[in-house]
């Protein structure tokens, strides 16, 4: 069974910023790209971010692109999405999410129809 654990969600006041991470098994991340979805309090899960499986390949939703960057440690198998400037419309659950395989070295995927797996969530609140 797969397992992606997150961490790092919060509490921030706007303009602030966090730094979430996901982890998961060696074998799992080798071979997986992955991203991050985010749900607020009444609406879809929406997409944030993707990798590829080697971490050349990197895609945001135009709604935090600039203010938030992605990257992955291999090595680790870790991901991680830091966020900055964050706004009060950030506030969400955040997941993430792992395609596996990924079908090509460069390859994101942006639906969330994509993916076969998913972490628990991680509250993020952006607030004063």
């Known amino acids: 069974q797969v397992q992606l654990v997150e961490s790092g969600g919060g509490l921030v006041q706007p303009g602030g910023s966090l730094s979430l991470s996901c982890t998961t098994s060696?074998?799992?991340?080798?071979?997986?790209?992955m991203g991050w979805f985010r749900q607020a309090p009444g609406k879809e899960r929406e997409f944030v971010a993707a990798?590829?499986?080697?971490?050349?390949?990197?895609n945001f939703s135009n709604s935090v692109k600039d203010r938030f960057t992605l990257s992955r440690q291999n090595a680790q198998n870790i991901l991680y999405l830091q966020m900055y400037s964050l706004k009060p419309e950030d506030t969400a659950v955040y997941y993430c999410?792992?395609?596996?395989?990924?079908?090509?070295?460069?390859?994101?995927?942006?639906?969330?129809?994509?993916?076969?797996?998913w972490g628990q969530g991680t509250q993020v609140t952006v607030s004063s």
């Open positions: 999410a792992a395609k596996v395989p990924a079908y090509g070295n460069r390859m994101v995927y942006l639906s969330e129809s994509d993916y076969d797996f």
């Open positions: 060696a074998r799992t991340f080798s071979s997986a790209a």
């Open positions: 990798v590829s499986r080697t971490g050349d390949n990197i």
